[in-house]
């Protein structure tokens, strides 16, 4: 089958049919990637929630070179042959995803000072790039008490965004969800039902997948922040698992275990509980090194891979 041809801020690519206009502009990477902050590529249905990908066809294809009346999100968009999609070179674009940044920050605390995601939180890069420098609406926040969903997951309902990823998870990765989004619009909230706990082997998924810090880890909550820890890479043999997993250290002490994320965040392998909760000693693990940083998060700082001398260039400054 011919590989399609797609236009995306002015740079062609070609993909296979079928391909989203999100995936088509993650071959090509850099700034041209939407943001995203439901989808994720290994969860069947993610997509279309929170609407931050949203991008601007000016031509649907080389058969109709209409552009489409409103802007798209780019996740859950094929491409055709011929299309031509602006993302950061449309001002329009840009001024839609400022407008839907501050919608996912209406209800959100400044609870960044305190909250374990903080350093690796998509919605605090998204801020960063997208936000305002202050609020614009007087009215009082929603807010709920944070409740335990088993015992090792703490969820923070006040700073969720309704990405669905952790429902995603529940329902593709274990026998029975027990959890989902409850009631409607302004009221809707993810929690139990009838207070039922999270208790299955891959329930510890859910805080790798969430976007925000709605769902931590109990085991590692107020210990440490992020930057402050090592990532290693570590893998053990798991009968449950793939075994293959980021230990975060501090001296020869495991603080947390987490599954391995690529450049998007996306988990490489979906770990077991076991090896998440259990294992934190060194001698569990094989240890392989230090975790490759994406040099533009707040983790990379003094994480160096390869030391040089004073006055020579090292490749992962």
């Not at 296979?16 to 990637?33: C, D």
């Amino acid at each position: 089958m011919p590989l399609l041809k797609v236009t995306i801020d002015n740079i062609v690519v070609e993909v296979e049919p079928g391909t989203t206009i999100m995936n088509a502009a993650r071959k090509i990477g850099g700034s041209v990637v939407p943001p995203a902050m439901c989808y994720y590529t290994s969860l069947e249905g993610s997509g279309g929630y929170c609407r931050t990908c949203l991008v601007k066809v000016a031509q649907s294809s080389s058969k109709d070179n209409r552009p489409m009346p409103k802007l798209v999100a780019s996740c859950r968009t094929a491409v055709q042959d011929g299309m031509v999609v602006q993302n950061t070179t449309s001002p329009e674009v840009m001024e839609a995803r400022n407008a839907i940044t501050e919608f996912l920050l209406l209800n959100h605390p400044l609870d960044c000072p305190v909250c374990d995601q903080a350093g690796e939180c998509h919605l605090q890069d998204l801020s960063y790039e997208h936000g305002l420098e202050e609020t614009q609406t007087v009215e009082d926040r929603r807010t709920f008490e944070p409740i335990d969903i088993g015992d090792l997951i703490k969820l923070n309902m006040n700073r969720c965004i309704l990405c669905y990823r952790c429902v995603k998870v529940a329902d593709q990765l274990t026998d029975k969800r027990v959890h989902g989004v409850l009631n409607r619009a302004d009221h809707s909230e993810i929690s139990t039902y009838i207070l039922k706990a999270v208790d299955n082997d891959f329930s510890g998924n859910m805080i790798d997948v969430c976007p925000v810090g709605a769902l931590t880890d109990k085991t590692f909550r107020f210990k440490s922040r992020v930057w402050f820890a090592k990532p290693m890479n570590a893998h053990r043999e798991c009968t449950k698992c793939s075994g293959k997993t980021v230990v975060w250290m501090k001296g020869e002490e495991i603080l947390r275990v987490t599954g391995r994320k690529d450049k998007y965040g996306e988990l490489e392998d979906f770990i077991c509980n076991e090896c998440r909760f259990e294992k934190k000693e060194t001698a569990d693990w094989i240890i392989e090194g230090p975790r490759k940083i994406e040099r533009h998060s707040v983790i990379s700082q003094n994480h160096y891979e390869k030391l040089s001398r004073p006055g020579t260039e090292a490749d992962n400054d």
